[in-house]
């Protein structure tokens, strides 16, 4: 290989770093141009929808065919998708384009892809704080996209920051022709005539019958509801809730990217290496739980900003910690497609999240998310809580 293992982990680093800049630059253009085009709560709820059931199925598939035909092939499909997504964007001019320009997510998943790589490429005692420093790339790109978006929408328009974006794609896509190995495994899928069928859907939920792959799954989406539907609220909650504008929204999603990059970056590798991962799941969801009571109360931008450092402390080590276990209970050559049924579980909560997040919202006020956030992690703590102490018991005996 003509490139170090380092150096390619580096540039993935630098594609997810990118590609999260462009994701976020267009939450800074959507939820304004479907405002300027007469969407209300429900049916931006409904364009939220459509792009969880697209990811959802997209998810699973795309993981198989970055496990089939390598990286670079998966980047690369993922980064076009990006140039398409944004060039509809820049030319939505009627509520049906803007529902149009969102069919190329079921390609869109740079960030698995990303994943994939670094996890086949890392040592498995380091996964999680490999995998852990793509979110330090995540808020490197939630700050610089969020402000970008904020700047570019607020002085040129939502036409030009799409533009911009498309074209920051088309570079993503440049460095992963140019970097990225045609494949990254150590090991080919060893399975039956019919393994090379992308939509081989035996060949997918194989995966769930591996030792404890169905709790963890399980515990990924109950436990991820709750905070998922606040997440996939945001943008109207900021809109309606707190009266902020575009660029006032952009500084503060810069600054929970800030937050993120210090729990990825600074907090998750020293966690990791000194804690079990069963451990840190109990504790990130028993933070959870808090996190949703104090939501109960907010009144105000500032009880929000107080609130973002456990937050996003939780979902940090929520997510790196079920992904890695996840990966870690599959063979190597299907942690692309175990990744994209990971994806798949956040676009899971992005298609249920709009529906009953406006539902909630209208009906019992932003209150009902952190209630509900606080009960479902509560239960599920006590469940793990339980599961652990039970095999403690069983090593004794």
């Given at each position: 290989?003509?490139?170090?293992?380092?150096?390619?982990?580096?540039?993935?680093?630098?594609?997810?770093?990118?590609?999260?800049t462009w994701m976020f630059l267009q939450f800074s253009v959507t939820p304004y141009l479907a405002k300027k085009l007469g969407f209300d709560t429900l049916w931006f709820g409904y364009l939220q929808t459509m792009v969880g059931v697209t990811q959802l199925l997209g998810g699973p598939l795309f993981g198989r065919f970055a496990d089939l035909f390598g990286a670079r092939a998966a980047l690369s499909l993922a980064c076009a998708a990006?140039?398409?997504?944004?060039?509809?964007?820049?030319?939505?001019?009627?509520?049906?384009?803007?529902f149009i320009h969102k069919l190329p997510t079921v390609?869109?998943?740079?960030?698995?892809?990303?994943?994939?790589?670094?996890?086949?490429?890392?040592?498995?005692?380091?996964?999680?704080?490999?995998?852990?420093k793509l979110g330090l790339c995540f808020g490197i790109g939630m700050i610089a996209g969020s402000t970008m978006g904020g700047h570019l929408n607020t002085r040129y328009g939502e036409t030009f920051a799409a533009c911009f974006g498309a074209a920051g794609c088309a570079f993503s896509l440049l460095l992963v022709l140019k970097f990225i190995p045609t494949s990254t495994k150590t090991q080919t899928p060893k399975t039956n005539t019919d393994s090379k069928s992308v939509f081989n859907v035996g060949e997918i939920t194989r995966l769930m019958k591996f030792p404890g792959v169905t709790p963890t799954f399980?515990?990924?989406?109950?436990?991820?509801?709750?905070?998922g539907i606040f997440q996939v609220m945001f943008t109207i909650i900021a809109l309606?809730?707190?009266?902020?504008?575009?660029?006032?929204?952009?500084?503060?999603?810069?600054?929970?990217?800030?937050?993120?990059?210090?729990v990825q970056g600074g907090v998750m590798g020293r966690l990791t290496a000194r804690y079990s991962e069963s451990s840190l799941l109990l504790l990130s969801i028993s933070i959870s739980s808090l996190v949703g009571l104090a939501q109960a109360y907010m009144q105000?931008?500032?009880?929000?900003?107080?609130?973002v450092i456990p937050?996003?402390?939780?979902?940090?080590?929520?997510?790196?910690?079920?992904?890695?276990?996840?990966?870690?209970s599959v063979p190597s050559s299907d942690t692309g497609t175990m990744l994209g049924m990971c994806a798949s579980v956040q676009s899971l909560l992005r298609t249920v999240g709009p529906t009953a997040g406006g539902f909630l919202y209208v009906n019992y006020g932003i209150s009902s998310f952190g209630l509900i956030q606080f009960v479902v992690n509560i239960a599920v703590f006590v469940y793990l809580l339980q599961r652990q102490l039970g095999k403690t018991a069983e090593k004794k005996d």
């Open positions: 290989m003509w490139i170090s293992l380092t150096k390619i982990i580096y540039i993935v680093y630098l594609i997810a770093a990118l590609d999260i990006n140039i398409v997504f944004f060039l509809l964007l820049a030319i939505a001019n009627h509520p049906v384009m803007l390609f869109m998943h740079v960030l698995p892809a990303s994943q994939m790589v670094v996890a086949d490429l890392s040592e498995p005692g380091r996964r999680a704080d490999a995998l852990a399980l515990v990924k989406i109950i436990a991820g509801l709750p905070s309606d809730f707190f009266k902020l504008q575009p660029q006032e929204n952009g500084y503060l999603m810069a600054y929970f990217g800030i937050v993120q990059m210090v105000t931008v500032l009880h929000l900003c107080v609130i937050m996003m402390f939780s979902l940090s080590v929520f997510n790196v910690i079920t992904d890695s276990m996840l990966t870690k």
